[in-house]
């Protein structure tokens, strides 16, 4: 079992940037597979970024030039960098893991965090 607390959300104006940090409990937490999901109000929760146990990275379309997946093992901790924010990227960000090697699923991921708030102004 991995517990995960997502950190680093805020308010922020549009072009702006925010890291967040997911932190992880337990000393598994190289094995896994990580990924960002969001949800903003009134939308189903959807697929960000992930990364694998080898670091491999892959995002949704709608981040890929913008944000970057990376992990700290030594540290139990994965990083999104998200730059250049649009209004659009509102919403509560929580970071999940999966014993997959890479996928976008949600139903593959199966430890979650509380998630984290990122406000975007315009």
């Known amino acids: 079992q991995v517990q995960l607390v997502e950190s680093g959300g805020g308010l922020v104006q549009a072009g702006g940037s925010l890291r967040l940090s997911c932190a992880a409990s337990g000393r598994t937490f190289s094995g896994y597979t990580i990924g960002w999901f969001r949800q903003a109000p009134g939308k189903e929760r959807e697929f960000v970024a992930g990364?694998?146990?080898?670091?491999?990275?892959w995002y949704a379309d709608s981040v890929a030039a913008r944000f970057t997946i990376t992990r700290d093992n030594a540290q139990n901790t994965v990083y999104l960098q998200m730059n250049s924010l649009k209004p659009e990227d509102t919403a509560l960000y929580h970071c999940?893991?999966?014993?997959?090697?890479?996928?976008?699923?949600?139903?593959?991921?199966?430890?979650w965090g509380q998630g984290t708030q990122v406000t975007v102004s315009s």
């Open positions: 999940a893991t999966s014993i997959a090697s890479i996928t976008s699923s949600e139903p593959m991921y199966d430890q």
């Open positions: 990364i694998s146990r080898s670091r491999v990275t």
